[in-house]
């Protein structure tokens, strides 16, 4: 199943930047933080006539799992505040990673594609983000993990910070005072938009959407996402894989004799 998310007003944004903060912003609010934290200030117009268009992102590096030499990617358009994602995390994805991942035959990406409440979804992200490549997947499966206390929190007056700081902190191997500049820092806003734009060029209204990447090109995955299902769809990208080619004979090294000296009369 997927968690559909409206798109009529997100939907290819043309400034993606204060789309990034909008959320974000919000994001602080529903964590129960101060809304001064905005992240995003307003350039002053360098001219009355002529509006310049916001510059387009720098390429973002996927922080994939599993062997760099694996030709087979498992990509994944998830959100943390979906529960078919969290679902998918916690049922079936260990499995596929602990026959596939493991061993090195396919890498499995992770990409942010924000679904409501955006207010949440998006600070939830950011902080994954912001965690770094070692910990970005251990921040993810955490959030995963604990969804359900997340949302449980979110209904109380206070907000969610203190649950979602506590799952943060636990799983980064940072502190409160970091996860605050996680937060204060727009460009791992950024970053999750960024993502969650390129997920709707490719097609995704819906989370999670899963995709299979070769060197022949990007494959859509049907659901249902289960363990029986995926493993069918990777096993069939592996096996239309070309074959390796059969490593050369070493070549036997000539022997070289050496000749004895003559004797000296």
């Not at 933080?33 to 720098?58: G, H, L």
């Not at 109380?156 to 940072?174: C, L, N, R, W």
């Not at 204060?184 to 990447?213: C, L």
Request: charge should be positive; hydrophobic fraction near 40%.
């Amino acid at each position: 199943m997927h968690q559909r998310r409206p798109l009529q007003d997100f939907r290819r944004a043309i400034n993606w930047q204060a789309r990034a903060a909008a959320c974000l912003i919000a994001g602080l609010a529903a964590l129960g933080m101060p809304s001064d934290w905005a992240v995003a200030k307003e350039k002053p117009k360098t001219s009355a006539t002529k509006a310049q268009a916001p510059a387009a992102p720098a390429p973002l590096a996927d922080w994939p799992l599993g062997s760099e030499r694996a030709q087979v990617t498992l990509l994944e358009y998830g959100s943390l505040t979906c529960s078919h994602c969290a679902d998918f995390n916690n049922q079936v994805l260990p499995r596929i990673k602990a026959t596939y991942v493991d061993t090195g035959r396919v890498r499995y990406v992770f990409r942010a594609f924000p679904t409501p409440p955006m207010g949440l979804s998006y600070p939830l992200h950011s902080l994954a983000r912001c965690a770094g490549p070692k910990a970005y997947h251990r921040v993810v499966d955490a959030f995963f993990q604990q969804q359900q206390v997340i949302f449980d929190a979110a209904q109380q007056g206070t907000g969610a910070k203190d649950a979602v700081y506590s799952i943060f902190i636990e799983a980064s191997g940072m502190n409160a005072a970091q996860a605050d500049v996680c937060l204060r820092t727009q460009s791992h806003a950024d970053a999750v938009n960024q993502q969650s734009v390129k997920g709707e060029e490719m097609g995704v209204t819906g989370t999670p959407t899963i995709f299979i990447q070769t060197a022949k090109g990007t494959t859509l995955l049907a659901p249902p996402y289960d363990v029986e299902g995926v493993s069918r769809a990777l096993d069939a990208a592996l096996a239309a894989l070309p074959p390796k080619p059969a490593a050369k004979p070493a070549k036997a090294k000539a022997s070289t004799k050496v000749k004895p000296k003559a004797k000296k009369p």
